[in-house]
Nanobody, 127 residues
């Protein structure tokens, strides 16, 4: 069962933009911290951004600030990741996840706290 479903990935040239979507079932989405992570081939998964569905400012990994924007539409149980000025090093599988407990930081070092994961959507950036 796909309780978190990512979409919007694709292939773009460096400097281009994409917006990813993550649609969640209500029992997962409501009142949660939702996060975006990514994993490049042969590399460890890393955090990107996170946001509470019921308020508060979004949070970003330092290296993602300025180019990536996380947002939400609670009527659609959906979180988004806007990506601008894409670079080849942004090439990765992008995943959304819902936090089970703890502060709303997209920190993969505490991966066991992220209870729900989508299947991912591929982003490929060519130079």
């Amino acid at each position: 069962q796909d309780q978190l479903v990512e979409s919007g990935g694709g292939s773009v040239q460096a400097g281009g933009s994409l917006t990813l979507s993550c649609a969640a079932s209500g029992h997962i989405y409501n009142g949660r911290c939702m996060g975006w992570f990514r994993q490049a081939p042969g590399k460890e998964r890393e955090g990107v951004a996170s946001i509470y569905t019921d308020g508060g400012a979004p949070w970003y990994v330092d290296s993602m600030k300025g180019r990536f924007t996380i947002s939400r539409d609670n009527a659609k149980n959906t979180v988004y990741l806007g990506m601008n000025s894409l670079k080849p090093e942004d090439t990765a599988m992008y995943y959304c996840a819902a936090l089970d407990s703890g502060a709303c930081y997209a920190d993969y070092s505490r991966w066991r706290k992220w209870a729900y994961w989508g299947q991912g959507t591929q982003v490929t950036v060519s130079s």
